[in-house]
């Protein structure tokens, strides 16, 4: 019996600092690599060219929807015949280098039509050396496609599911995998994690206006938790060395991140910057560099700091109760 389609999902925008590492590893074990490509400027799009295996789906929605990506994403899938395993990653997400001597992957490869499995992320570290699992969604999807690909994404523009969810019957069982991971390379430059983060809170607040300072600053602060910080092992990429690729060397990690750099200064232009005072990115390094003013007040900057100072303890009781009080009258 022939093993099921591997199929790997990729929303992409400007990805080049890391897209031929991804798709030169990600091509030793998928079958397809579908890409959905909104509108990259940085070269991504010249670099599917030299993968056989990628097909490049057009996004050509001029602002982040992720949702929007990962329907397209699903509908290309869709298209192609056979029984399928769909892995939804990221361009900076790959499978750990110890996966193929794992009985987790035999067991992905031998699963079930409706079976679903979680992953935990690596978040690997700037030394390259070490890295940390988030307390907070620390699982993402892999899925054998049972019949066809159906459910419902939420409208999210911004940290959208994996896949869509579709009512608890169409899952044949959920799996929690303790060895098999993704290697996340997305934090390992700090200052491009900086921008981008800049970038998700100034969509946000676009997006949801309303929002308070509050909720804007624990929703992105979340890596201020303490976190284990453990070692990287060989095992984690003896299989991408013993095929020839070394992923450390092939990631640019020099890339800061300019594109996002450029939207929020677009952003600022265009609302005006005090529009944005909400948000705590105001960094004196980042306002030097781009010659901006912090448009926050005496009392938002008091916010920030307690923000700040709080948000190991934001899930504790007493913390929970300020913050609602603090949603309310600031």
């Keep these: 019996m022939n093993r099921p389609l591997l199929i790997v999902l990729t929303p992409v925008r400007n990805e080049a600092w890391i897209l031929k590492a991804f798709l030169k590893a990600a091509s030793l074990w998928a079958d397809y690599i579908i890409v959905a490509d909104q509108m990259s400027t940085d070269g991504s799009r010249e670099i599917y060219k030299q993968f056989d295996k990628v097909i490049v789906v057009d996004n050509t929605n001029p602002e982040m929807h992720q949702a929007h990506a990962r329907k397209l994403l699903f509908d290309e899938a869709s298209k192609i015949q056979g029984d399928k395993i769909l892995f939804a990653l990221d361009a900076d997400e790959f499978l750990s280098g110890n ?11 031998n699963s079930q039509p409706g079976d679903c499995f979680c992953l935990l992320w690596h978040n690997i570290l700037p030394d390259k050396k070490h890295y940390i699992i988030p307390i907070s969604d620390p699982y993402y999807w892999v899925y054998h496609v049972k019949n066809d690909i159906n459910g419902e994404f939420p409208d999210n523009y911004i940290h959208e599911w994996r896949f869509p969810w579709p009512d608890a019957k169409n899952y044949h069982e ?4 303790k060895e098999l991971s993704f290697l996340h390379f997305g934090v390992t430059n700090e200052k491009r994690q900086y921008n981008k983060e800049c970038f998700y809170q100034v969509s946000t607040l676009l997006k949801e206006p309303q929002k308070s300072a509050v909720s804007l600053h624990r929703m992105y602060n979340r890596n201020n938790e303490k976190h284990q910080v453990l070692e990287l092992q060989e095992n984690d990429f003896v299989y991408y060395k013993e095929s020839g690729l070394d992923l450390i060397r092939e990631i ?10 450029d939207v929020v200064l677009e952003r600022f232009e265009s609302k005006g910057i005090s529009f944005f005072s909400k948000l ?15 448009p926050r007040s005496f009392v938002m900057k008091l916010l920030h700091r307690y923000l700040r100072c709080t948000q190991k303890h934001s899930d504790t009781y007493v913390v929970r109760i300020i913050d609602k009080v603090l949603k309310r009258i600031i």
Excluded: A, H, M, P
């Design 99 to 109: 996966f193929d001597k794992t009985k987790e992957w035999q067991d992905i490869l």
């Design 174 to 177: 959920s799996y929690d995998c």
């Design 252 to 261: 640019d990690f020099s890339d800061f991140g300019s594109y996002y750099v």
């Design 280 to 294: 705590d990115i105001w960094d004196s390094e980042f306002v030097k560099e781009k010659n901006l003013r912090d």
